[in-house]
């Protein structure tokens, strides 16, 4: 999990001092709130991204460590503190929270088990959108299915709808009480655009913990003569950079001219591989500028860096990246685009062609990192704390090359697509909606019809990974510094 590791690495070597005060307590310590509290507060203190915006934070706020103890046991839990140190600043042009992404855990062991793609998953991948008639009820239906899962041995399909959970309809209020057990039974149903209609069919569904490579689908097409790349990549997980890597070796030795890249369910993750990607989809642009971040005034000058493209990949065995040296790429997107999906959609628009195909993304422009309650708030000695507490604020904002950067409305499709889900297609099929559009940009036949289908005014929900502890978050990976 180099993740982890190097962020503990740099904090144990990087002479970290918190606000005003120093805690010289190197002895194990106890696990009540006011204990948990304090580091809360010096955590944010040191490294949250909007620190200046919260007025609690200030370097000066407190006189003396009584005061400052008296206001962090003011509060009766530690989610308590966490949420009013959180800026409640609004953006002005998009009427968003500046801060929607900042978290505290009471499980780190859990955090990092997540950060390696390990979850606990039935192999389903949904989403939930609420009936088109207005009511509060709900339905899911079935993005793809995780091999060597639960889902795949029921025989579960993309596009298969599913309207209960456990004999209960879902609704606006319960999803996500009954999407979070280890074992439900869903009620499958069909949809015609208006009309949800169950079937009487039931599948029984059991979570077990799940390793999830997160290419999830790498493939050669033919369009006009000409190999094209495909890849379907659900997360940007640095434990599988090699896999990754070595996706796009197979891609470089078909010789591709073009790449599709599907992102349209890729909720985010590691920065550190989105940099990597970037590189190989290009490659002719190493040490250029990819992305530079922004801290907080007091954490800028010791984290603040510039991220380059690179020939080696960032993960432990620095191999050489297999570059594509394109100078345009097809990327699919829904809202689900997340992160670091956006940071690559971002980064690499100073340098190629970068075609959009599908919906606006998240909008998620900010990375967080873990935040431990030890003296340097790294991984090594959390035990001691007596507790498993762990935060992942806020930390830095990205920006391109060309300065881009909060796009809190997320980043609009050269083309929009949205998904039918009456007809959601199979993924990787060259007639599969979205990717068939990518095709046909490629190929030169589109057409103004078959760039615009069915436009589904279905509220949007969620998705069956919205109760990971991770969902849409980018985290930053400090390596090499």
Aim: hydrophobic share 35%; proline share 3%.
């Amino acid at each position: 999990m180099k993740y982890i590791q190097y962020f503990t690495l740099l904090l144990l070597v990087g002479g970290l001092s918190t606000g005003c005060f120093d805690d010289n307590d190197d002895v194990p310590r106890e696990s009540g709130t006011s204990e948990i509290n304090s580091f809360i507060w010096r955590g944010m203190n040191a490294f949250y991204v909007y620190k200046a915006g919260v007025p609690n934070l200030a370097n000066d706020r407190f006189s003396t460590n009584q005061e400052l103890a008296n206001f962090t046991n003011s509060f009766n839990s530690p989610e308590e503190i966490f949420e009013a140190l959180r800026t409640k600043e609004v953006d002005a042009s998009s009427g968003k929270p500046v801060d929607d992404f900042s978290f505290l855990v009471d499980d780190y062991v859990r955090l990092e088990q997540a950060f390696d793609g390990v979850t606990r998953n039935n192999g389903m991948e949904f989403g939930l959108v609420q009936y088109p008639d207005g009511s509060a009820n709900v339905f899911g239906y079935v993005r793809y299915v995780l091999p060597d899962t639960d889902a795949e041995t029921k025989n579960i399909q993309r596009g298969n709808i599913f309207n209960t959970i456990d004999g209960t309809q879902i609704t606006t209020t319960n999803f996500r009480d009954l999407i979070a057990p280890d074992s439900y039974t869903i009620g499958l149903a069909t949809f015609d655009g208006s009309t949800v209609t169950p079937t009487g069919e039931s599948v029984a569904l059991t979570k077990v913990e799940y390793t999830e490579n997160p290419v999830f689908l790498s493939k050669t097409i033919m369009v006009g003569g000409n190999p094209v790349g495909y890849i379907m990549y659900n997360a940007f997980t640095g434990d599988f950079d090699d896999e990754l890597n070595i996706a796009f070796g197979d891609l470089k030795s078909a010789g591709v001219t073009d790449l599709i890249l599907d992102l349209r369910y890729n909720g985010g993750g590691s920065t550190e591989t989105a940099k990597d990607l970037a590189s190989m989809i290009t490659g002719q642009f190493n040490g250029e500028i990819f992305t530079t971040e922004e801290w907080n005034a007091d954490r800028q000058e010791q984290f603040g860096s510039i991220n380059r493209f690179d020939n080696v990949t960032g993960n432990d065995n620095d191999l050489p990246i297999n570059s594509l040296n394109l100078s345009r790429v097809y990327i699919l997107t829904t809202r689900s685009s997340a992160s670091a999906s956006e940071l690559v959609i971002n980064g690499l628009s100073p340098y190629i062609n970068v075609i959009q195909i599908g919906g606006t993304t998240r909008g998620k422009f900010q990375a967080s990192v873990t935040l431990y309650d030890t003296n340097n708030f790294g991984r090594q000695g959390a035990e001691i704390a007596g507790h498993t507490y762990a935060m992942q604020p806020l930390v830095l904002r990205s920006l391109n090359s060309e300065g881009v950067s909060d796009y809190f409305d997320g980043l609009a499709p050269n083309i929009t697509i949205q998904e039918d889900l009456t007809n959601l297609g199979v993924i990787g099929d060259e007639n599969e909606p979205l990717l068939k559009a990518a095709i046909d940009q490629i190929a030169g036949t589109a057409t103004a019809a078959s760039t615009k289908i069915f436009e589904s005014s279905l509220k949007n929900i969620g998705d069956s990974n919205m109760l990971d502890i991770n969902y849409e978050r980018m985290y930053r990976d400090i390596n090499n510094e």
